[in-house]
Structures are given as C-alpha cells and as structure tokens.
C-alpha cells in the first residue's frame, strides 16, 4: 500500500508542477517569437518604423539582415532561407525575381492607394507602403572651397567644371541606382541618356559600393554632389552645410514589402503589413525620421504634403522595359564606365 500511495503522490506532485509551469513556457514561447526582415535598406533607415511598431501592444520583435539585392536574391535562392518571413526593399527587380521563382505568398485586399504604385506583375504579392524621388545631395562648404555652383539636373552634372567633383554608385551594385539611371534613360531616350551617363561619369572621384554610401562620402567631404533616393538625403540635413533638390522630373520609388512563401509567422507578418498601411503607420511612415513619404495622401498643412503631391503626378517608370533590360543596363554601365573609370577621367 505504501508503495501505491508514494506513487500516487508523485504523479500528483509531477502534474501539479507541470500545470504551474505551462502557462510560463506558453507566455515565454509568445514572448521569444521573432520576425525576422530581409532589406536592401541600411540599419538606419529601418530602425524608427521598427522602434515605433515594438511599442504596440502584442507586438512581436523585428530582426533585420541587412544586404545589397544580389546578395538577398542568392540567399533567397537557397535552401537557408526558410527562416525569413519578410522583404522589404525599393526593388522591384528583386522581387519580380522572387516572384518567377514562386517565393512570394499572395496578399490580398490591399490599400489601392498601395497598390497603384506598384507595377502590375508583383501586385498580387506585393504592397508599397512608402514612396521616394530621386535628386542631388549637395555638400554646400564643399562647392564654396572649389567656387562652384550648386548643379541641379543631370544635364549639369555633365559640365566640366565638376571634374573629380561628384559621386554616384553602380547599378550592378544598387537596385536604387539602377531605377535612377533608368529614368534618365526613359526620360531622354536610349542614346542620349548613355551621353549623359557618360559625360557625368568623367566628373566622377569614385563609384560608390552602395547607394547610401553616396550620401555618406558627400557628407564627409570627398565629393561635392551626387544623385542619391532622397530617404537617404533627408536623414542628413540636420546638417547645415547639406542640402537637396530633386530633380525636375523625378520618377516615384516605392518601397516594396512581402511575406515569403516559408515564413513560420505569417500572421505575425500580415499584422506587421497591415500597421504600416494603418493611418497611425502611415502618419509614422510620413514624419522625418524616415525621410520618405506614405503611400497616402498627407494632410494639406503638412509642410511635405507640396512635394508629395509633385511625386504623386510623375507618370511611372516602364518597369517591363526595366526587368527586360535589367542585365544589359547593368552591364553596358560596367563595361563603359565602373571599368574603366580612371581613362574617363584621363579623357
């Protein structure tokens, strides 16, 4: 009899610390969840949309991996990606990429004012949330020291007296680069938008290896302007010897955000989606600390609602043409230019 009471006992004493301790492990496991976020973005572009959403209630916390679009589109490509459950990026080649592979899961019932801002072969798995122009970034102390004025379209960027002057990146190397050369190419015509990319190229001190890496070295001083998205111009001009303009016919960027087909949290990831295209997301997606603008439209006494509405009007860029030439113009811009930069300067 002792031996059926001892076990009797213990089988209650097991239970009972077993009912104590699984409302704990439950409560852990909810806390211990993670989205983790695959951008094209620097740490520092992300970071206040992500800090403003962990403060929600039930929010769960957002990892980044931070990386150029070829490198995201072979890590996408590989068995190693089964643990990301969001992209976010501005390009569009990208995630037309992840489409044709069928790495994207469908969302529905998304905001038209979302929708019509991205191009019509990813929209059935794609949403914009933000949206960006292009322009130049001007380091003003620097044009002073080589008594220069400040340049304001591409065709200026052209003229000799910027030799050895501006910056600009690769579109092998920046999806947002590529989308900027492009619209010149759409805007001027095929032959002379190559000219000018050209022409420019021969002012250039260096090709930068990412697109905020323009912004960076022209606030540093290296160069004194440069073509850059202006989310990352306008996270600088807390400084007063920076300013931008855009440029007068700036094409619309949109930033582009989707669920991957694998992701283990995919209400977690729809939750996300569904903060940023709320009106408390948009308003924070809309405030400086972005430097981008909603995908709604702003109140009409807010000092960004003039310049939203110009990027509103521009007509879209002709993304067909962009994922059908996407290797040609990246190659034709190394082979003419990242290669052989130092003899068009000699030129």
């Known amino acids: ?33 993670e989205l983790v976020m695959a951008t094209t973005f620097s740490p520092g572009a992300t970071a206040w949309i992500i800090q ?9 916390a957002i990892r980044t991996l931070n990386r150029t679009s070829g490198s995201l589109e072979q890590l996408l ?12 990026t501005s390009s569009p080649m990208l995630l037309q990429h992840l489409q044709e592979r069928q790495k994207l899961a469908p969302f529905d019932n998304a905001l038209p004012e979302s929708q019509r801002l991205v191009p019509d072969s990813i929209r059935g798995t794609s949403l914009a949330v933000t949206m960006s122009g292009f322009g130049l970034l001007l380091n003003r102390s620097a044009l002073a020291v080589r008594h220069l004025s400040p340049p304001a379209n591409w065709g200026d960027l052209t003229q000799p007296e910027y ?72 996270l600088l001009l807390d400084d007063p010897q920076l300013s ?20 283990q949290n995919v209400n977690e990831a729809h939750r996300f989606i569904r903060y940023l295209l709320s009106p408390e997301g948009q308003q924070i997606l809309g405030d400086a600390n972005t430097g981008k603008y909603p995908v709604t439209q702003l109140a009409l006494d807010n000092p960004r609602a003039a310049q939203q509405a ?3 009007n521009q007509p879209p860029l002709n993304y067909r043409l962009i994922f059908k030439r996407q290797q040609l113009v990246q190659r034709m811009f190394d082979t003419s230019i990242s290669f052989r930069l130092a003899q068009l300067k000699d030129a």
């Not at 403003?52 to 769960?60: D, K, L, Y």
């Not at 490509?77 to 976010?88: K, Q």
């Not at 619209?183 to 001027?188: A, D, T, V």
């Not at 990412?210 to 073509?227: C, D, M, Q, T, W």
């Open 310 to 312: 110009i990027l509103m």
């Open 77 to 88: 490509d590989s068995a190693n990606a089964d643990n990301i459950d969001l992209i976010l």
């Open 244 to 263: 931008f303009t855009y440029f007068p016919r700036s094409a619309v960027s949109p930033t582009y955000v989707a669920i991957l087909k694998n992701s």
């Open 1 to 33: 009899m002792n031996w059926i009471t001892n076990r009797i006992f213990f089988w209650k004493r097991f239970w009972t610390i077993l009912l104590c301790f699984m409302p704990l492990s439950v409560s852990s496991l909810v806390q211990g969840k």
């Open 163 to 234: 030799q050895n002057a501006l910056l600009m990146s690769s579109p092998s190397r920046s999806d947002t680069n590529h989308l900027m050369a492009e619209s010149l190419l759409q805007q001027k015509g095929w032959e002379e938008g190559w000219r000018t990319l050209l022409a420019s190229a021969g002012n250039l001190v260096t090709i930068s290896s990412r697109s905020f890496g323009v912004a960076g070295n022209i606030k540093s001083g290296l160069g004194v302007a440069g073509p850059v998205i202006d989310n990352y111009a306008n």
């Open 52 to 60: 403003r959403w962990q403060t929600e209630p039930g929010s769960v």
